[in-house]
């Protein structure tokens, strides 16, 4: 390999959320999506260049931003886009808020398609809305969508809105073109709009293929809008950068102007060079990181079919984050998260944070070095002897 991401970086005393939220420096956390590499050479570099000029006063959008989005879109996804059909913003949640307030009124109803990311849940309730369910069906480790419960959902007038995860987030799934036409095909039928969050696109692995909702919904009558972002790629989550993808031009005008009322308006120009370096340079890296990553998932199924042949482990088809079934562990998953914490100083995010149908699950980080992969699961195991002793 080109890069090195076996080499181990300390991060304790940086502010890293992920590694100093807890003054006890033998906690191992494998929690929050923050991946455990440096971001790749030519980004920093970029960065480096912006800071030497040493003026960091007003500025505008880069006109490369929009190209280097076009390019990426074209050469990873196989979609053309336009530059109008382009909104660059500060970050996923603050554009998946304007786009709620911009097209819902507070009391409306939001579906979500749980176990699913926890701050689709707070930004709902932070916009008024109320968020409904449709679980997805777990069957034998693996995930798939409840149609039937979704095309009820669907049908009721108070539900208005879809806020599709794709890839998805916690389960790892990569929703196929059949499953997202069905999707748009109910939603279409019944008014719903959807919010495609793909901040997950460009980590998928092996088979799998991401499609862009974006390139299914235009052959539906449905209003939908595409987020993307290079900060979960690229591990940039302090410089916040993503976009929306619509070709409706005046949705497009609604949600700039919610973004200016909620003064998120505009993108800081580190943040700005840091996607440009990514979307152009950062291929070669990304796609060493898919193959590292992806050998820490077989490196984690090896180890728990000798060492935790109780746990489940959902099949990893994107993401960094292994979704692990411990209901045969007869603990729910807040007890557990606290009790791994408490006893074996490693941090897990208990599955009920992700919906009610995340009970008994724990959601492992494994964007680490194989070295802190091992640890990981090696406190993992000495928990389950103690509890089998």
């Not at 505009?266 to 340079?281: K, V």
């Amino acid at each position: 390999m080109t890069y090195n991401f076996d080499e181990i970086i300390s991060r304790r005393g940086t502010n890293s959320i992920k590694w100093d939220s807890v003054a006890d420096d033998n906690v191992l956390p494998m929690w929050v999506a923050d991946m455990d590499f440096k971001t790749p050479p030519e980004i920093i570099n970029a960065l480096s260049r912006k800071a030497e000029q040493g003026m960091f006063g007003y500025s505008f959008t880069p006109h490369a931003l929009y190209d280097a989005i076009i390019s990426w879109w074209e050469t990873s996804h196989e979609v053309s886009l336009k530059k109008e059909w382009l909104l660059p913003v500060p970050g996923m949640i603050p554009v998946i808020s304007a786009i709620v307030r911009t097209y819902l009124q507070p009391g409306d109803h939001i579906i979500v398609q749980s176990p699913v990311y926890n701050h689709f849940f707070l930004l709902i309730e932070n916009c008024g809305c109320h968020a409904v369910e449709n679980h997805l069906i777990y069957e034998n480790g693996n995930y798939q969508i409840d149609f039937e419960d979704l095309e009820m959902k669907a049908s009721d007038p108070q539900n208005k809105m879809l806020l599709l995860c794709s890839p998805h987030n916690p389960v790892g799934r990569v929703w196929t073109r059949q499953e997202l036409e069905k999707i748009a095909s109910i939603c279409s039928r019944h008014n719903v709009m959807v919010i495609s969050d793909e901040i997950h696109a460009d980590i998928v692995y092996k088979e799998n293929k991401h499609v862009p909702f974006l390139s299914v919904a235009e052959d539906y009558d449905l209003l939908s809008v595409t987020c993307g972002s290079p900060c979960k790629t690229f591990n940039l989550s302090s410089l916040p950068v993503s976009y929306v993808i619509t070709k409706d031009q005046e949705f497009k005008k609604q949600i700039s102007k919610i973004l200016s009322i909620q003064e998120t308006y505009g993108i800081n120009p580190f943040a700005a060079e840091a996607l440009i370096a990514a979307y152009t340079h950062g291929r070669d890296w990304m796609e060493e990181l898919k193959e590292y990553l992806y050998n820490n998932y077989l490196f984690l199924k090896d180890f728990c079919k000798d060492h935790l042949p109780n746990i489940t482990i959902s099949p990893l088809q994107a993401t960094y984050l292994v979704w692990l079934d411990c209901r045969i562990l007869g603990k729910g998953s807040e007890e557990l998260s606290k009790l791994l914490f408490k006893e074996e100083k490693l941090w897990l995010n208990p599955g009920t944070m992700y919906g009610s149908s995340g009970e008994g699950f724990l959601r492992m980080n494994i964007a680490c070095p194989r070295e802190v992969l091992e640890e990981g699961l090696k406190r993992f195991e000495k928990y389950i002897n103690k509890r089998q002793d």
